[in-house]
């Protein structure tokens, strides 16, 4: 079956535009996580869905990211006015189950977010 | 705050020796850890985990051993192959109820297997 897959997969964008990150978990999956990825570091939690509710969203940085995943499945992460700070790569990942078992979360690809 | 720390940003290991890959944690909450490996421009692919209950998890040339005293966990390859060399991130997992197994990570530790 496919793996969670994520759109677009490189974006520039110039200072203060708002950008829209896609991301196609594994068929089924309850449980979907954004993460951040600056560059030489560890990805860092962003938010959390379990199904269609937003159950987490401490690790959001500002007011600018929105994240929304209305019928449970596909999910979008929306920053608002991006910033140079903003440059990353985006992270989604999905599990089958939701928290309490230690599941395994399978990653997609990654949208690397440049802006200028 | 860096909750999850592996101190050692890059390894360098020839082919058929064992790599050992470091990784310390601060926070005794944390119950649940695992190993990520991670190849450019791909998302980071789970390797191995052991829960806080045990010490030792072993899955063919891997195995992780956790010393939760010492707050610290190790990742063992052998032998290590040259498809082996990556970014290998350690994670850990503070379950509690009502909340979903967000992963917090080390920095990564980048592995060369040599010929």
């Known amino acids: 079956g496919a793996g969670v897959s994520q759109s677009p997969r490189y974006k520039v964008a110039k200072r203060g535009q708002d950008v829209a990150l896609r991301c196609d978990p594994i068929?089924?999956?309850?449980?979907l996580f954004w993460y951040q990825q600056a560059l030489g570091q560890g990805p860092e939690f962003l938010t959390y869905?379990?199904?269609?509710?937003?159950?987490?969203k401490s690790g959001l940085p500002s007011d600018r990211f929105f994240a929304e995943r209305p019928e449970g499945s596909v999910s979008t992460l929306k920053i608002q006015r991006t910033q140079q700070e903003d440059s990353a790569v985006y992270l989604c990942?999905?599990?089958?189950?939701?928290?309490?078992?230690?599941?395994?979360?399978?990653f997609g690809p990654g949208t690397r977010l440049l802006v200028l | 705050d860096q909750q999850v720390k592996q101190n050692s940003p890059s390894l360098s290991v020839q082919e058929g020796r064992i790599s050992i890959l470091n990784c310390d944690y601060t926070n005794s909450m944390f119950d649940y850890f695992l190993w990520y490996k991670k190849y450019p421009a791909e998302g980071p692919t789970f390797l191995i985990s052991?829960?806080?209950?045990?010490d030792k998890n072993e899955d063919g040339r891997f195995t992780v051993f956790l010393n939760k005293s010492a707050k610290h966990l190790s990742l063992h390859i052998v032998p290590s192959q040259p498809g082996d060399s990556a970014v290998y991130f350690c994670?850990?997992?503070?379950?509690?109820?009502?909340?979903?197994?967000?992963?917090?990570f080390g920095t990564g530790t980048q592995l060369k297997v040599e010929l």
């Open positions: 068929s089924g999956h309850v449980s």
């Open positions: 990942a999905s599990s089958l189950e939701t928290g309490g078992g230690g599941e395994t979360q399978y």
């Open positions: 052991i829960s806080s209950i045990k």
């Open positions: 869905f379990q199904n269609e509710a937003q159950l987490d």
């Open positions: 994670a850990a997992i503070f379950r509690y109820t009502g909340g979903g197994n967000k992963l917090t």
